[in-house]
């Protein structure tokens, strides 16, 4: 393709030509089955830390799912799954664990979290994470994975399937396209009868040349690939009954090709709606609905799989953008936040539980979670264990090498690798306000609350009061002469533990005076000079 | 007449050794007459529709007139038939009991669902009508900057989203200051963003948030306290729907929601010392803080909202050389203190623009196509509508507050063939007699080089080669000698039975979907 397309991809210090195809992308026929949990899932009350006082009366007051409900599946790692993930086939995912399939994975995050939907999710879709907000992420991992194809091995099938209606970033390569999207078999292959599907020879300028490429591209794979689903889809069937619901459809889809004989390397399907600022709801909640959905979608997806005789070349994975914020908010759901849990399923997977409950995980500010493992661990180890490629091919797709999980991976046929860099490291205190190690919670308070007023000397009558406080106080500012004589209550207000800027609109004219703060019932003091 | 136009045509066709570097970088106006190619380019770009009439006006004349008179003629129209519902008030079904209740409820069902389709109906007839000005092509770029979806949990009523759109059509091509004064008091931002939800107790920072990230300044230019600050700074705004809660769909303060305390942002103190009233705080508060964030951030604001219509206008992709013009036309942004027109202007009368670099080189937008095709075909509006929904932009509704991703996702492996599926439809809804007769409305359409010609310019931006222009012909001729065209063209179902095999053949080039 045209220039702009071909320029290098820079991933750190490291440069990968995307011309270089020195590795066969396809090393085997194992079948990776991605599920993108779209908006950001609430990992703590999927898995439930269920006998953490902090996590019913602290963080999720109001949007716990009740001890009562859960089902308990490490009574030593304090961990339960949501009611709902045993729902579906043979108990739903929850039997899947029992049953040793499902791998549970904790803690997985990003340094340097950003917040922004968007960013977050090209952040987990491209696996890179770069050093700016506003550097461009233009190719996912999977795109950059079978970038590398040798031209030779390019096969009858689209490399990935994405069932449902966007492309995903996830699937664009520096040369294009990685994957063929579609909603239904049969349409598709009835459409694709009438697209372009010569290779065209065209004059024009550079930029038009490419563009016009692209779109004739895309014509010859539709046409060619349709004729290669629709003939899977005609020669595949699905054995177990699955619910009727968009994402149990989608996953029916994705058994049916593959017993159909499709040799697409990665599907991908979309679970929407975990965005949930508000209303979230517990038991009953839209949070719930969408893990009974999703427990449904898998476990029927996996039980269809082995009886239709795939289940030793075919995993599953969760992925979602971030997870959320512990403390829930004002409008009964929860913020984005940075570390989440991750399922992976599948007869090749370790049904293990993975580190432990992220939401024990320090705060690494107010609000947010460190994370202990950073996601690309996940994609690193799916290209070498699963893919079978070499650590440089998994490196030249994400930048670099990452740990496994827990060091052993969650792949059964994954061998540890003492060179692999270790896992990120994480701090030893919390600044979660309320945290027991913080030293700023107020029980661990020894030192006063801090205040500096600045500019001083004030020229005029604005001022700003910086101040820490430790606990939750009323606080009321009160202007006096040095003598001592009151000029007025400046201030009065209720304030959180944390770190305030104060306006303040100073009385009285040039001038040494005294501010007196009173925060709960104690009383601070400060000179001021007006000037 | 024919061979000189064709000659024309045929202009620029073999020069294929040019680069994106060897792009004219300059805004200086271009003061060449206009051809037919640089007219049709320029109304692509303006519209979403072109028929013969308007390029045929416009040939021969310069670029400084063209684009004078499509910014004359986008000013004249800003006020179109408002949709029949805009006065349908309705009161909150909660209040009421019995039969009214059940009356009020259904009506209520009514603004949020199917009126905002119906919506949708009425601006697609906006867009099909207006090929002679710049109007609807920037109220969509509006509409995809400020992206607002009617279908969140509880939906945006439909007349909220017209008004909204009101908002963008009044203030098409004016001061962006205006805009961000305006939409941070929308009635439907207001509810998407939960403006409404944003109270000095818990601020919400949503609005906040895009405001700075999406809506002005850029991703990475502010800092997270300028965010909380912002939040808090915009507290206490509602939106009602029910004409028995207030004023329905007109933006209010509710004092007690409003955070009175001081705030800094951005390093400038928002003091509350004012009497809290609605005007007191939107002037202070509410400008104020779009004042601070133009003032302090000028310089990303203006690259950021230049970058954004370069890439909708010129070209999704722009290169290094073209970072330039993008450039000097932020520097024409804050010269004229955020007007947009003179920007507008300078970049379309540009030398720059009309670089034949420049020309076919965008992707086809669902409006692009289906439009497009509309305009000259019978087909039914709320289904256009609905096509467009189903190839990825439905009008009131974009899929995230960051619009439409554009460019090359318009067109993947899911759309290409739906694309053309759904173009069929279009065009088999006519019969070959409707053919014939549109075909007829082409001047010297007797001439099959003409009409084909003619054809070919209406759907595809740049030259084809003679090849090419000779199988299309053939689609036309079915094997007869050109001069038969003329006998075939007077039974009219016969000849629309050839122009439907042409049209066809037109809607599966690659180049059709460039515009």
Request: aromatic share 12%; with cysteine; proline share 5%.
């Amino acid at each position: 393709m045209g220039v702009g397309v071909v320029a290098n991809l820079n991933i750190g210090k490291m440069s990968v030509s995307a011309f270089e195809p020195s590795n066969y992308a396809v090393q085997n026929d194992n079948i990776l089955v991605i599920i993108q949990q779209f908006g950001g899932n609430d990992g703590i009350n999927t898995i439930t830390p269920y006998e953490w006082d902090l996590y019913y009366n602290l963080y999720r007051p109001k949007l716990n799912i009740p001890q009562s409900a859960v089902t308990p599946i490490s009574k030593d790692k304090g961990m339960a799954m949501h009611p709902n993930l045993k729902l579906g086939p043979r108990n739903g995912m929850l039997g899947l664990f029992e049953s040793g399939k499902l791998a549970i994975m904790h803690g997985l995050g990003y340094d340097n979290p950003n917040y922004s939907h968007f960013r977050s999710t090209d952040i987990w879709l491209s696996g890179l994470v770069p050093n700016t907000d506003s550097e461009p992420l233009r190719s996912g991992w999977l795109g950059r994975y079978f970038d590398k194809t040798k031209p030779s091995e390019k096969t009858e099938s689209p490399f990935c399937l994405q069932v449902g209606q966007n492309p995903s970033l996830m699937f664009l390569g520096e040369t294009g396209e990685k994957s063929i999207v579609l909603e239904d078999a049969e349409q598709l292959y009835n459409q694709a009868k009438s697209v372009e599907s010569d290779k065209i020879s065209i004059g024009g300028s550079a930029y038009f040349l490419d563009e016009f490429n692209y779109v004739n591209q895309i014509g010859v794979e539709v046409n060619e690939y349709s004729k290669v689903i629709k003939k899977a889809f005609d020669a595949g069937k699905n054995i177990e009954k699955y619910s009727d619901r968009p994402l149990s459809n989608q996953l029916k889809l994705v058994a049916r090709l593959i017993n159909g004989g499709l040799k697409s390397k990665v599907y991908f399907v979309e679970h929407t709606g975990y965005d949930t600022h508000s209303n979230q709801g517990g038991l009953d909640g839209a949070h719930s609905r969408l893990l009974a959905e999703l427990s449904e979608a898998i476990s029927a997806f996996q039980s269809d799989i082995e009886s239709l005789g795939h289940s030793k070349n075919v995993i599953g994975l969760t992925t979602s953008e971030f997870g959320r914020r512990p403390y829930e908010n004002g409008s009964m759901g929860t913020d984005h936040g940075t570390s989440n849990v991750m399922f992976a399923f599948g007869d090749e997977v370790k049904g293990e539980i993975f580190g432990s409950h992220f939401a024990f995980l320090p705060f690494r500010d107010f609000q947010n979670l460190w994370f202990d493992t950073d996601f690309r661990s996940i994609y690193y180890e799916i290209m070498v264990s699963w893919f079978g490629q070499s650590p440089e091919y998994a490196e030249s797709v994400l930048g670099k090498k990452f740990a496994y999980i827990s060091s052993k991976g969650f792949i059964k046929t994954t061998v540890e690798d003492k060179t692999l860099p270790p896992p990120p490291e994480v701090p030893k205190t919390s600044a979660d306000i309320n945290s027991p190690d913080n030293p700023l919670n107020p029980k661990n308070i020894t030192e006063q609350d801090t205040f500096v007023l600045y500019p001083n000397p004030v020229p005029g009558n604005s001022a700003f009061l910086n101040m820490r406080l430790y606990v939750q106080a009323d606080l009321t500012i009160i202007q006096s002469y040095v003598s001592g004589q009151v000029l007025g209550e400046i201030h009065r207000k209720s304030y959180q533990p944390g770190v305030h800027n104060v306006y303040l609109d100073l009385l009285g004219g040039p001038g040494l005076y005294l501010l007196k703060i009173k925060v709960g019932k104690r009383n601070h003091y400060i000179k001021c000079l007006k000037i | 007449m024919a061979a000189i136009s064709r000659r024309n045509f045929l202009e620029g066709l073999f020069d294929t050794s040019q680069n994106r570097t060897e792009v004219n970088t300059s805004l200086d106006e271009y003061t060449q007459p206009l051809n037919r190619l640089q007219v049709r380019h320029l109304l692509r770009r303006a519209t979403f529709s072109m028929t013969n009439s308007v390029i045929d006006k416009y040939v021969g004349k310069t670029a400084g007139e063209v684009v004078d008179a499509l910014f004359a003629n986008a000013d004249k129209n800003t006020s179109p038939i408002q949709p029949f519902f805009v006065n349908d008030v309705i009161k909150n079904p909660q209040n009421l009991s019995g039969k009214q209740k059940e009356e009020e409820a259904a009506k209520r069902a009514l603004h949020l669902g199917d009126y905002n389709r119906e919506l949708g109906k009425w601006w697609v007839i906006l867009m099909k009508n207006d090929r002679d000005s710049f109007l609807e092509k920037t109220v969509l770029f509006w509409h995809d900057h400020f992206a607002t979806q009617f279908a969140i949990c509880d939906n945006i009523p439909a007349i909220s989203m017209y008004k909204q759109n009101d908002l963008f059509r009044k203030n098409y091509a004016g001061n962006f200051r205006t805009l961000l004064e305006q939409i941070a008091i929308d009635g439907a931002m207001l509810r998407y963003l939960n403006g409404n939800e944003n109270v000095s107790d818990s601020p919400n920072e949503n609005f906040a948030r895009e405001l700075m990230e999406l809506f002005s300044i850029g991703v990475g230019n502010y800092t997270e306290q300028d965010i909380r600050e912002g939040a808090k700074i915009l507290t206490g705004w509602k939106i009602t729907m029910y004409a028995d809660e207030g004023t329905p769909y007109k933006a209010f303060l509710n004092p007690s929601h409003f955070d009175a305390n001081s705030k800094l942002f951005m390093g400038e103190v928002f003091a509350v010392n004012y009497e809290i009233s609605e005007q007191n705080v939107f002037n202070n508060s509410v400008k104020k803080l779009i004042d601070v964030i133009l003032n302090k951030k000028g310089q990303e604001v203006s690259k950021f909202l230049a970058n954004k219509m370069y890439e909708y206008y010129v070209y999704a992709n722009p290169s290094k050389t073209d970072q330039a013009v993008v450039g000097e036309l932020a520097k024409v942004l804050l010269d004229n203190k955020f007007e947009i027109k003179p920007m507008l202007k300078k970049l379309f009368k540009s030398q720059h623009f009309f670089d034949d670099l420049n020309v076919g080189v965008q992707l086809k937008s669902p409006p692009e196509t289906i439009i497009g095709m509309l305009r000259h075909l019978e087909y039914n509006d709320l289904y256009a509508r609905n096509i467009m929904a189903a190839l990825g932009l439905e009008l009131f509704n974009p899929p995230n507050v960051a619009g439409w991703k554009g460019y090359r996702t318009w067109i993947s492996t899911k759309t290409l063939p739906s694309t053309i599926h759904f173009l069929k439809e279009i065009i088999n809804t006519n019969n070959d007699l409707a053919l014939g007769n549109w075909a007829n409305t082409i001047e010297s359409s007797g001439d099959v080089h003409i009409l084909t010609e003619r054809m070919l310019e209406l759907f595809i931006a740049r030259p084809v080669s003679a090849e090419r222009v000779k199988k299309y012909e053939n689609m036309l001729l079915a094997g007869a000698p050109d001069y038969e065209w003329y006998e075939i063209f007077k039974n009219k179902e016969q000849a629309g039975q050839k122009v439907r095999n042409l049209l066809f053949e037109i809607i599966k080039a690659p180049d059709y979907f460039l515009f």
